[in-house]
């Protein structure tokens, strides 16, 4: 069974850019969420998508967005840039049953802000 | 407001000896506590979780944990480290009954263990 597939793996962009990330999650998970990891501020959470709509949303600015597509694939979208948008940013899914918090992470795509 | 807390940045272990990565939680209502592991370049990987039941939790690799409720922690084991266990490792908790699939994720400890 495949994993949780991001792309793109490793971007660099300069601020004021925009960027998409892109998630496959595994076959069968409905629940897509995203983190974002950074050396000074660790893990934080995104937002979640569950059957194409947003349920739960981080502490970010309106310039992080994502949606959900119908295959459950989800997206990311980050406008306007800023040197401190550079991050890990992590895909997980689940099979959302038992909402147990299970995650199942792809590997991430790296994002530079020059 | 649901947090975790890992007081260690980093544990250092000799291949062979016992290894303990400690979390403490603050959570209102019953914790849903989880450990992952993240390598070099990776995404993470789950260990384990503690929902309900036994305070001891096994999971991957030989690894498990103990919840403790009155000290409030969930302290992360294994009895005897190798050193492809060295790698990156978070403690979690779920964001309370209506935070779906939101995990709180503490700062994370390193683990090196040493030939």
């Known amino acids: 069974k495949a994993g949780v597939t991001q792309t793109p793996r490793y971007l660099i962009k300069t601020r004021g850019q925009q960027v998409t990330l892109s998630c496959s999650p595994i076959?069968?998970?409905?629940?897509v969420s995203w983190y974002q990891q950074t050396p000074g501020q660790g893990l934080q959470f995104l937002f979640e998508?569950?059957?194409?709509?947003?349920?739960n949303k981080g502490n970010f600015p309106g310039r992080f967005s994502g949606r959900q597509f119908s295959n459950s694939r989800s997206e990311m979208n980050v406008s306007t840039l800023e040197l401190g948008d550079s991050a890990l940013y992590l895909c997980?899914?689940?099979?959302?049953?038992?909402?147990?918090?299970?995650?199942?992470f792809g590997e991430g795509s790296r994002l530079t802000v020059l | 407001a649901q947090s975790v807390a890992q007081p260690e940045d980093q544990v250092n272990v000799a291949e062979g000896n016992p290894l303990t990565v400690k979390c403490t939680y603050s959570?209102?209502?019953?914790?849903?506590l989880f450990w992952y592991v993240q390598y070099p370049n990776r995404g993470l990987q789950f260990l384990l979780k503690?929902?309900?039941?036994?305070?001891l939790v096994k999971g991957s690799y030989g690894f498990e944990a103990e919840f403790n409720k009155s000290q409030t922690s969930f302290h992360l084991k294994k009895p005897s480290a190798l050193v492809s266990d060295s790698a990156l490792y978070f403690c979690?908790?779920?964001?309370?009954?209506?935070?779906?699939?939101?995990?709180?994720f503490g700062a994370g400890t390193r683990l090196a263990v040493h030939p």
């Open positions: 997980a899914s689940t099979t959302d049953r038992t909402n147990t918090g299970e995650l199942f």
């Open positions: 076959s069968g998970h409905r629940s």
């Open positions: 998508y569950f059957s194409e709509t947003q349920r």
């Open positions: 959570v209102s209502g019953n914790p849903y």
């Open positions: 503690y929902i309900t039941g036994d305070n």
């Open positions: 979690a908790v779920r964001d309370g009954a209506g935070g779906y699939n939101k995990l709180i």
